[in-house]
């Protein structure tokens, strides 16, 4: 059930993008664009249109959010791999925007996808009502903002160079904003599509989120770089404190496993209907990229 419904809203999201960013022009920025928004599994992209799929939204209101929080992500993603920030040459297997283009071009291709991401909630065609849209907006921008990703991002480069490790706590508070806000806009924009109650759903989505990252701590000891597509065990080497490193490996597994059950159990309410999202739950602490 999960493996086919992920692979169907990933494929109409796919598409959906990239008539989007076609349409934007021919220019390298545009390639760029493309590049770096192509493959990876559209998670959160599911969350969207499952939420949607919950709170009784069709596909063709919830497939513009979907899009637009793969625009986002995909913009973190570009700036996130540059030298100045984690300085990676892979991402999905294949050459980061900045090794492929050049740096420029990666800092214009991500604010451009930053942009497309509103644009996209704010599309007549997204819902007809204009505060659901705005609603969808200015959520989204706490969501990847200076409250959210961003601050998260500000932290974990802060920690590089801080006297002493990150603490557990100081560690899961940064990874909420730097990993799991974007997933618990996710998960609410179905629910803010639907006009419906979105606190279940927010509940779900910030253990799922916490969950994504503490499996990603995992991934960087124990993955396959051919098969994660990016370099593994570089935390590790530079010697950052993670989840693993503060837990160690089984009480990562551990934790992680916790917090999944967590996420299934808060969606108790919505009974059977929501069993794809707990199946999304069960997939990212089992996954190998």
Do not use: N
């Not at 590049?35 to 939420?51: D, H, Y």
């Not at 593994?232 to 490996?249: H, I, M, Q, W, Y």
Request: hydrophobic share 50%; proline share 4%.
């Amino acid at each position: 059930m999960f493996p086919g419904r992920l692979a169907s809203a990933a494929a109409l999201v796919e598409a959906r993008l990239a008539d989007v960013i076609a349409a934007q022009g021919e220019l390298p920025v545009h390639q760029a664009m493309g590049w770096a928004t192509q493959g990876g599994k559209r998670l959160r992209a599911f969350l969207v249109m499952e939420s949607a799929a919950l709170h009784g939204v069709g596909p063709e209101h919830a497939i513009w959010p979907a899009c637009a929080i793969e625009a986002m992500h995909g913009y973190s993603l570009v700036h996130d791999d540059m030298p100045c920030m984690d300085d990676d040459d892979l991402r999905r297997g294949l050459p980061t925007v900045h090794r492929k283009w050049d740096e420029a071009t990666a800092v214009l291709a991500g604010d451009a996808l930053q942009s497309l991401a509103f644009e996209l909630v704010l599309a007549p065609a997204c819902h007809p009502s204009a505060a659901v849209r705005a609603e969808l907006a200015l959520t989204l921008a706490r969501a990847a903002g200076a409250r959210g990703m961003v601050m998260g991002q500000a932290l974990d480069i802060a920690a590089e160079t801080a006297a002493t490790p990150l603490t557990l706590d100081e560690i899961t508070a940064l990874q909420a904003g730097k990993t799991g806000a974007l997933f618990e806009w996710s998960a609410t924009a179905g629910a803010i599509l639907g006009q419906a109650d979105p606190e279940p759903v927010r509940a779900y989505a910030r253990a799922l989120g916490l969950a994504f990252q503490i499996a990603d701590d995992i991934l960087d000891i124990e993955g396959d770089a051919a098969l994660v597509g990016k370099a593994v065990r570089k935390d590790a080497e530079a010697g950052k404190a993670t989840f693993v490193s503060l837990l160690g490996l089984d009480g990562a597994k551990s934790r992680a496993s916790e917090l999944v059950t967590r996420a299934c159990d808060v969606l108790s309410g919505y009974g059977d209907r929501a069993d794809s999202l707990r199946e999304a739950a069960r997939f990212v602490i089992s996954r190998e990229t």
